[in-house]
C-alpha cells in the first residue's frame, strides 16, 4: 500500500483576508464616493495550507481521493493508502487539514 507523508506543521487552515473596492462611475457623485472609500469590501475566510492543498490535488490526481469542492471534509477516499501511516480504506471521509491534525493523532 502506498504511504504518503506530511510534516504535521501543513496540518492546519491559515485565515486569509482580502480587501477590494468597487468601482465607480466616472462622475462627481462616483469619485466622491469612491474617495469616501464608501466601496471598501473585505471577506475573510480560512483555507488549507497551501502544502496540505498541493497533497490533496495530488491525491486526486492520482486517483486516491474524490475531492468535493463544496463543502469542508467532503472529500472521499476512492483508493487505499496511508498517510503518515494511518490507514485510508476506501468509502472513509478524507478530512480537510485542521481536521486531518485531529484525525491522524485519535483515530485508530
Not at 76 to 98: D, I, M
Amino acid at each position: 500500500m502506498t504511504n504518503f507523508e506530511i510534516d504535521d506543521a501543513y496540518l492546519v487552515s491559515i485565515t486569509t483576508h482580502k480587501v477590494w473596492y468597487m468601482k465607480y462611475d466616472d462622475t462627481e457623485e462616483g469619485l466622491i464616493e469612491a474617495l469616501r472609500g464608501a466601496g471598501r469590501c473585505s471577506s475573510t475566510s480560512s483555507e488549507d495550507h497551501p502544502k496540505f492543498k498541493a497533497l490533496r490535488e495530488q491525491l486526486s490526481k492520482d486517483g486516491y481521493i474524490a475531492i468535493q469542492r463544496g463543502w469542508w471534509n467532503g472529500d472521499t477516499v476512492t483508493k487505499p493508502f496511508t498517510l503518515n501511516g494511518k490507514q485510508f480504506r476506501v468509502n472513509e471521509t478524507f478530512p480537510s487539514a485542521a481536521a486531518m491534525s485531529g484525525h491522524l493523532k485519535y483515530m485508530l
